[in-house]
């Protein structure tokens, strides 16, 4: 059974940084594409970022320029750098992985981001 596991939350005054760890139990190389969510209290989840095998990022236009999002297949890690952190930024982040439409998608529990004015 595949695992993952977020780590790097935490609590940020605004315009500072963090960086999010998403770890695999098992190899991500062949994964097509890795997503981080965030999920707001009391909204939606709301997808952040992605990024596919080959490399190419997507962002939601508010985070375009302050976040990055990467992957290491030799260390079966997702990443999300996140610079010039604002209070619309806090949520629970979490690391996802999508499947066919017939199996269910690959998520994390969650860390959590809170950014203070």
């Known amino acids: 059974q595949v695992q993952l596991v977020e780590s790097g939350g935490g609590l940020v005054q605004a315009g500072g940084s963090l960086r999010l760890v998403c770890e695999s139990s098992?190899?991500?190389?062949?994964?097509?594409?890795m997503r981080w969510y965030r999920q707001a209290p009391g909204e939606q989840r709301v997808l952040v970022a992605g990024i596919s095998v080959s490399g190419r990022p997507t962002y939601i236009d508010s985070v375009k320029g302050r976040f990055t999002i990467s992957r290491d297949s030799a260390k079966n890690a997702l990443y999300l750098q996140m610079n010039s952190l604002k209070p619309e930024d806090t949520g629970d982040y979490h690391c996802?992985?999508?499947?066919?439409?017939?199996?269910?998608?690959?998520w994390g529990q969650g860390t959590q981001v809170t950014v203070s004015s």
């Open positions: 098992t190899k991500i190389m062949n994964w097509i594409r």
């Open positions: 996802n992985v999508p499947r066919s439409p017939l199996l269910s998608d690959y």
